[in-house]
């Protein structure tokens, strides 16, 4: 049987991983929630990072997903984060997460039809790679290289 996640999410790992070339060991992940860095990210809705993310562009979101996949990495460079910590961060205020069903909620509820007709479509490709996105920053004691 699958773990649920307390928003719905159907999760076969007790980890988050990561796939990320650049990712450089003892940096924390992500841009502190509401930080003047995120704010100046390229990316600045959950839609745009899921769709249309360039390499080159930076966004105030991370993508994790529950299942290690290396079809997103050329060094093979996975990281890897406990879910009850993700959680935790999240009870403190620290992050938020966003599972496809709660980013398909948000368009859903969007003023622009365009995007509230879009949200099945990036609710799906979510669910295609088992991801979520982090909006926020983790510490680096939290995260462990994958083996």
Not at 64 to 92: C, G, H, M, P, Y
């Amino acid at each position: 049987m699958q773990k649920e996640d307390k928003q719905g999410g159907s999760f076969k790992s007790s980890y988050r991983f990561r796939a990320d070339d650049y990712y450089q060991l003892g940096s924390p992940i992500g841009l502190g929630l509401g930080s003047q860095d995120a704010d100046l990210a390229d990316i600045q809705t959950l839609w745009a990072h899921v769709q249309d993310k360039k390499k080159n562009q930076t966004s105030r979101f991370v993508s994790f997903s529950s299942v290690r996949q290396v079809k997103f990495t050329k060094k093979n460079r996975i990281i890897k984060i406990a879910w009850q910590d993700l959680q935790r961060l999240e009870e403190e205020g620290k992050i938020k997460i966003y599972t496809p069903d709660a980013v398909a909620a948000l368009m859903s509820n969007h003023p622009r039809t365009k995007i509230r007709t879009n949200a099945k479509n990036v609710k799906a490709a979510m669910k295609k790679n088992a991801e979520i996105l982090i909006e926020g920053q983790i510490p680096v004691n939290l995260v462990v290289v994958s083996k």
